[in-house]
């Protein structure tokens, strides 16, 4: 019975250790040099070095809702109207109206996947085969890059 009163005990002060580090005050490098005041420019009087400022100042990281907004908002006017919030649907709509004449029948909106379909029946049977199948499978867009490591190097051994 010790032992699960141990064990329990264990547990709740390594989530109370996490809470601690998830929420804590601590802050990074990066936050200390930004609050950092900025050295002294020089006087007009003394000359001036050809190296430049000692450190440039960063822009200012936008999160990824800033930038999301950012792309809606087409006029820049910090609002996004029901037309600029609805432009991407139209877009889309558009490219699945190909008579353009402003409505969807099931023809045009099931036009990529009739071809994507005729592409893959490879002996035309009207039917796919596990192996015709296999070819239509989506393309996945890769977001993270290859990871570009150096190779090992041969150890020794012995």
Same mark, same amino acid.
């Given at each position: 019975?010790?032992?699960?009163?141990?064990a329990?005990?264990?547990?709740?002060?390594?989530? !109370?250790?996490?809470?601690?580090?998830?929420?804590?005050?601590?802050r990074?490098?990066?936050?200390? %040099? %930004?609050?950092?005041?900025?050295?002294?420019?020089?006087?007009?009087?003394?000359?001036?070095?050809?190296?430049?400022p000692?450190a440039?100042p960063?822009?200012?990281?936008?999160?990824?809702?800033?930038k999301?907004f950012d792309?809606?908002? /087409? @006029?820049?006017?910090?609002?996004?109207?029901?037309?600029?919030?609805?432009l991407?649907r %139209?877009?889309?709509?558009?490219?699945?109206?190909l008579?353009a @004449?402003?409505?969807?029948?099931?023809?045009?909106?099931?036009?990529k996947?009739?071809k994507r379909?005729a592409?893959?029946?490879?002996?035309r049977s !009207?039917?796919?085969?596990a192996?015709?199948?296999a070819t239509? /499978?989506?393309k996945?867009?890769?977001r %993270?890059?290859?990871c570009?490591?150096?190779?090992a190097?041969?150890?020794?051994?012995?």
């Amino acid at each position: 019975m010790w032992r699960y009163l141990l064990a329990g005990l264990a547990l709740a002060s390594l989530v !109370g250790a996490g809470w601690l580090m998830f929420y804590g005050e601590a802050r990074s490098d990066a936050a200390v %040099r %930004r609050t950092a005041t900025p050295p002294a420019l020089p006087s007009s009087d003394s000359p001036q070095d050809d190296a430049g400022p000692a450190a440039l100042p960063e822009a200012p990281e936008r999160s990824r809702e800033q930038k999301r907004f950012d792309r809606y908002d /087409k @006029d820049r006017d910090a609002t996004i109207t029901r037309e600029e919030y609805l432009l991407s649907r %139209r877009k889309a709509f558009a490219k699945l109206d190909l008579n353009a @004449d402003g409505h969807l029948s099931f023809d045009e909106w099931s036009a990529k996947t009739a071809k994507r379909f005729a592409d893959a029946d490879a002996d035309r049977s !009207g039917g796919l085969t596990a192996t015709e199948f296999a070819t239509t /499978k989506p393309k996945r867009k890769n977001r %993270r890059p290859a990871c570009a490591c150096p190779p090992a190097s041969a150890r020794d051994d012995d």
